[in-house]
């Protein structure tokens, strides 16, 4: 397998190119080397076949063997590597140096014999049965052409030709070696400074698809690696500021999203949800907030997983577009609401109303790459509960003020014409019997009345504040008279328990006497039978940098309590509990605890309630601030707004 590396690929590349120049070159060189060696040898050959032939053309003959053996023994003295074979025209062997004459075999058959006989000179490299080995054979013919007398043959060891160019060959494999070596160095530097410079680009290549856009490649050179460096350099400058803009772009988007108080769904064609905003995971997911999940994490889900209330799926679900829908003004327009409805359902938090508002649009999904747009439904919602709430109350209001008004005066009507058909004279005890009926719902209608004023005196922007200083323990106890009546009648008693700290307090002090009486009012209306109604007040802690220390105020009844289910109600304007739950032994306007609410909201404090059933209710008050440290100047500010 080819490496894939560019780096090895230069280096494989470059060395084999390399080697094969090398191999060739001492291929040929060797085979030059051999060849004239060869040459070299084979002359030398013939010049001693040439001499011993000079030296003996006159006694070759076949009779003078004697004398040519001892001759050519003679000769294998001095050149111990020749072989050196005299042979008559008929292949007998007439005399030989390195074998007995006698005993050898006809050399008529030789190729190098043959081929002297023939043209004069004969040259072979075979295998010698004599010798047992490889040989160089010259051959020279003695006599004429026509006449020949025989054959001077020299040979020699063929490996001793090898064993000569031996050294040569060691010699240029050595050279081949050392240069392969060089150039697998060299291949290794070169392939290191080429592909350097491509590593880095590829590098910063595989970065900027993973989205790392704070690779820069430094490499400055004018040749071309140095211009595609520069481009990609410009290029991932490029995207990184269209990628930041896109981001802030995006995060703006999803900002203003995820922290619309409109709740948004998006869900494609196929019923599956795209968006889920936190307002809308709020409104129809309590349940995947409770689990914590997060409402980026609601995506790519059925919408039957999150919304289960009919309306909001039927909304949600995209009509198939019908055929011929996609030309004309049979196409509707992207953005348009196609479907507007108030919805209620429950939630764990009580009753909800939404304002539902559904259209179609197509958008492209970026994570699918995919260029066709997909069909979405939007639906916003509107949480109009408080909306429908206020206009609920501002409804009950009317109903409950027109009921509370029409019973008194009901009652007052009757007796009026009761009283005009009797005779003072006969009926004077049933007479006084109407009137004081006459008298309680009149001082019930000026209560009733006296309570709308304040409650709409205490809701008018126009209503100011004015702090005064004032002694909050006188003020609290001068209330005490109003209800010596209600204590004497329940065998009731008003306890206060104030502490000398508040004996200077900057507060409102009419909007105090205000709530204070409403509070007590109300203990007295809902306590036991000779019980106690404490009326207690502690000082709380100084703000973050302020020392002025603020103040509580309870109001405590040991009545039958308040059921935790009306707990969150009472402060509305006309509720009230039913009697029998509460113990109550006369019925209030349904105001007070509506007034305490917003005379305490213009005071800039907090109201509440604790409630144990069967034991009793604590109303509070917290008016923070209001108790200036300790040899203060007395503080008279005047009036401000709510």
């Not at 025209?89 to 081929?115: C, F, W, Y």
């Not at 981001?247 to 409109?262: I, M, P, S, W």
């Not at 914590?292 to 309306?311: C, F, K, Q, R």
């Amino acid at each position: 397998m080819l490496p894939r590396s560019f780096f090895w690929r230069l280096v494989l590349g470059n060395v084999v190119l390399v080697a094969i120049g090398l191999g060739l070159s001492g291929w040929a060189i060797i085979r030059q080397v051999d060849h004239v060696y060869r040459d070299d040898i084979t002359r030398q050959l013939a010049s001693s076949a040439q001499l011993i032939r000079f030296a003996l053309e006159d006694q070759f003959a076949p009779d003078n063997a004697l004398h040519l053996q001892a001759f050519v023994r003679r000769l294998a003295v001095n050149e111990s590597e020749l072989r050196i074979t005299l042979i008559a025209a008929d292949g007998t062997v007439l005399a030989e140096t390195q074998a007995n004459p006698e005993k050898m075999e006809s050399h008529a058959d030789r190729p190098e014999v043959i081929e002297a006989l023939r043209g004069g000179r004969g040259e072979s490299e075979r295998y010698s049965k004599t010798l047992d080995a490889q040989m160089r054979y010259v051959a020279l013919r003695v006599g004429p052409g026509a006449n020949p007398v025989g054959v001077v043959r020299v040979a020699t060891r063929a490996r001793g030709l090898s064993a000569r160019t031996t050294a040569v060959r060691l010699l240029a494999y050595t050279i081949g070696g050392a240069g392969l070596l060089l150039t697998l160095g060299l291949a290794l530097w070169l392939a290191y400074f080429w592909s350097r410079p491509l590593s880095h680009i590829a590098q910063a290549a595989r970065d900027l698809s993973r989205g790392d856009l704070n690779t820069h490649i430094a490499w400055q050179t004018t040749d071309e690696l140095g211009q595609l460096a520069r481009a990609l350099n410009r290029m991932r400058r490029q995207i990184s500021t269209q990628l930041a803009t896109i981001e802030r772009q995006r995060a703006k988007l999803a900002d203003l999203v995820q922290n619309l108080t409109e709740g948004v769904i998006v869900a494609r064609a196929d019923g599956r949800v795209v968006l889920l905003n936190p307002a809308a995971e709020r409104l129809v997911a309590p349940g995947a907030l409770a689990a914590g999940l997060a409402s980026e994490e609601i995506t790519d889900v059925p919408i039957e997983s999150i919304v289960n209330h009919p309306d909001l799926l039927r909304m949600l679900r995209r009509e198939p577009a019908e055929p011929g829908a996609e030309s004309g003004a049979a196409r509707r327009p992207p953005g348009v609401t196609v479907e507007e409805q108030r919805i209620e359902f429950d939630h764990p938090n009580g009753p909800v109303t939404v304002l539902a508002r559904a259209s179609d649009f197509e958008f492209t999904d970026p994570d699918t790459h995919d260029a066709r747009d997909i069909a979405a439904r939007l639906l916003v919602m509107t949480d109009i509960t408080e909306f429908a709430r206020a206009i609920q109350m501002k409804t009950d209001f009317v109903a409950n003020a027109s009921h509370e008004l029409r019973t008194p005066l009901s009652t007052v009507r009757a007796g009026i014409e009761t009283l005009a058909q009797l005779d003072p004279r006969t009926d004077a005890e049933t007479a006084r019997q109407f009137l004081t009926v006459l008298d309680r719902q009149c001082g019930r209608l000026e209560e009733l009345v006296r309570d709308l004023l304040d409650l709409s005196r205490l809701e008018s922007p126009e209503t100011s504040v004015r702090i005064v200083s004032f002694d909050a323990r006188d003020m609290a106890q001068s209330l005490a008279p109003m209800f010596d009546t209600v204590c004497a009648e329940r065998d009731l008693e008003l306890v206060f328990e104030l502490p000398d700290e508040l004996r200077h307090i900057e507060s409102d002090r009419p909007l105090i006497e205000l709530v204070l009486k409403n509070l007590i009012e109300n203990a007295t209306k809902y306590a036991r039978e000779s019980s106690k109604v404490r009326v207690r007040a502690e000082l709380l802690g100084a703000e973050p940098g302020s020392d002025r220390k603020g103040v509580r105020f309870e109001v405590i009844d040991r009545g039958q309590g308040i059921p935790l289910q009306h707990q969150q109600r009472v402060f509305e304007r006309f509720y009230q509990v039913d009697e029998a739950r509460t113990g109550a032994t006369r019925r209030g306007t349904g105001l007070g605890l509506a007034i305490v609410k917003h005379a305490m909201k213009l005071l800039g404090g907090q109201v509440g309630l604790e409630s144990v059933w069967q034991e009793g209710t604590t109303f509070w008050i917290e008016l923070p601030g209001c108790v200036p440290p300790p040899g203060a100047p007395r503080d008279d500010r005047p009036a401000r707004g709510p």
